[in-house]
Nanobody
Framework: QVQLAESGGGSVQAGGSLRLSCAASEYNIRSYCMGWFRQTPGKEREGVAEVFGNIASTYYADSVKGRFTISQDNDKNTLILQMNSLEVGDTAIYYC??????????????????WGQGTQVTVSA
């Protein structure tokens, strides 16, 4: 059982930046597919980005490509999402997720086994 805990959410004006972190109880996150998802009320959970550390590959939703960067700090067992040029449409609860083995590279929530509790990101105009 892998436990995940997000931090770093908050409120920011459009155009600003936030850095989300996800601390994992697993010591070898490089062997897990890890991802960030987001959800707003009444909508399905949307995939934002995935990373598989063993091959140093990443995959992004078109809506965040060029603005968000997903990375892993393997020494600290931490997943990171650097969010720049934030837009009002990025407002959501952001969730960290993990699953053993490689990624499917399709940002589908059903592929992930472990989830954090989420952290709120609010972007104002």
């Amino acid at each position: 059982q892998v436990q995940l805990a997000e931090s770093g959410g908050g409120s920011v004006q459009a155009g600003g930046s936030l850095r989300l972190s996800c601390a994992a109880s697993e010591y070898n996150i490089r062997s897990y597919c890890m991802g960030w998802f987001r959800q707003t009320p009444g909508k399905e959970r949307e995939g934002v980005a995935e990373v598989f550390g063993n091959i140093a590959s990443t995959y992004y939703a078109d809506s965040v490509k060029g603005r968000f960067t997903i990375s892993q700090d393997n020494d600290k067992n931490t997943l990171i999402l650097q969010m720049n040029s934030l837009e009002v449409g990025d407002t959501a609860i952001y969730y960290c997720a993990a699953t053993r083995g490689g990624c499917y590279w399709d940002l589908r929530a059903s592929h992930f086994s472990y989830w954090g509790q989420g952290t709120q990101v609010t972007v104002s105009a």
